[in-house]
T-cell receptor
Framework: DAGITQSPRHKVTETGTPVTLRCHQTENHRYMYWYRQDPGHGLRLIHYSYGVKDTDKGEVSDGYSVSRSKTEDFLLTLESATSSQTSVYFC???????????FGPGTRLLVL | GENVGLHLPTLSVQEGDNSIINCAYSNSASDYFIWYKQESGKGPQFIIDIRSNMDKRQGQRVTVLLNKTVKHLSLQIAATQPGDSAVYFCAENQAAGNKLTFGGGTRVLVKP
């Protein structure tokens, strides 16, 4: 499992509230990714990071921000959650010099 | 299970038979391909990968075939077992890029 944990694993929140999801890795990997997974869309990249304080947008970044202040943690924030952000969120890491990404267990988010 | 969800193509296989799962990829410049397995409530799990300079690669009970002419990838599972029931999806990595593009997935149901 590449030493990846995500927290919380489940969350229910209300529209308009801020939400932060955490991805934690224990193996010092440089590259980290946030995806969302929805029926009919598969996995879509939200944001990714290629080092501490180095992040970039993916294909569905609107409404999301990220931060990476230390190697082991990559945070995804929904500044003001909307019902369209109800989804399952996965974090992934990529080992240096390799293309394969390894995924965490996911966070199921429900925005009411 | 709520992996990709309601609109997945489904392959029903008798236990012990071989399974073949297909994937059409989009970018002729992609140079690396991965198959993932996703069980209900879990994150995607790496199964096998192949580079574009190969047309076949074998693992334990799995074989991946790559046909670059028609941009087609397949995963063969030998002697399918109940534990193989899951959603399978392919991913492609574009040359010189560090992002994966994921297919929508196929649900495999193994009948005892």
């Amino acid at each position: 499992d590449a030493g990846i944990t995500q927290s919380p694993r489940h969350k229910v929140t209300e529209t308009g509230t801020p939400v932060t999801l955490r991805c934690h890795q224990t193996e010092n990997h440089r590259y980290m990714y946030w995806y969302r997974q929805d029926p009919g869309h598969g996995l879509r990249l939200i944001h990714y990071s290629y080092g501490v304080k180095d992040t970039d947008k993916g294909e569905v970044s609107d409404g999301y921000s990220v931060s990476r202040s230390k190697t082991e943690d990559f945070l995804l924030t929904l500044e003001s959650a909307t019902s369209s952000q109800t989804s399952v969120y996965f974090c992934a890491i990529r080992r240096e010099g390799r293309e394969t990404q390894y995924f965490g267990p996911g966070t199921r988010l429900l925005v009411l | 299970g709520e992996n990709v969800g309601l609109h997945l193509p489904t392959l029903s296989v008798q236990e012990g038979d071989n399974s073949i799962i297909n994937c059409a990829y989009s970018n002729s410049a992609s140079d690396y391909f991965i198959w993932y397995k996703q069980e209900s409530g879990k994150g995607p799990q790496f199964i096998i990968d192949i580079r574009s300079n190969m047309d076949k690669r074998q693992g334990q009970r799995v074989t991946v075939l790559l046909n670059k002419t028609v941009k087609h990838l397949s995963l063969q599972i030998a002697a399918t077992q109940p534990g193989d029931s899951a959603v399978y999806f392919c991913a492609e990595n574009q040359a010189a890029g560090n992002k994966l593009t994921f297919g929508g997935g196929t649900r495999v149901l193994v009948k005892p």
